[in-house]
């Protein structure tokens, strides 16, 4: 089994910056599409970035030019660099990847449990 961990979330005020971190640990054989979804209370989930295995990254047009998304592939993790917070960025961020745990498996998308950014004075 494959578990993302992810850890950074908090409370800052507008303008403010936070990093996120997110770790895969388990069985890894693979991992191929890192990223950062988002749900902000009462929508549903968004994608703000992600960055395939070897390719740029792309973002939600809400976050480009704050927010910068980074991946170390020897360690298994995916960082999520966000400036000039806004109140609109609150919400809880998950962490996915899409894996495959064993080199017979098929690749399937494994997702954090979420950590929650508030941005507020």
């Known amino acids: 089994q494959v578990q993302l961990v992810e850890s950074g979330g908090g409370l800052v005020q507008p303008g403010g910056s936070l990093r996120l971190s997110c770790a895969a640990s388990g069985s890894i054989f693979r991992i191929n599409d890192m990223g950062w979804y988002r749900r902000a209370p009462g929508k549903e989930r968004e994608l703000v970035a992600h960055i395939p295995n070897g390719e740029s990254a792309d973002y939600a047009d809400s976050v480009k030019g704050r927010f910068t998304i980074s991946r170390d592939n020897a360690k298994n993790t995916v960082s999520l660099q966000m400036n000039s917070l806004k109140p609109e960025d609150t919400a809880v961020y998950y962490c996915?990847?899409?894996?495959?745990?064993?080199?017979?498996?098929?690749?399937?998308?494994?997702w954090g449990t979420g950590t929650l950014v508030t941005v507020s004075s």
């Open positions: 996915s990847a899409r894996v495959r745990g064993n080199w017979y498996d098929n690749w399937r998308n494994v």
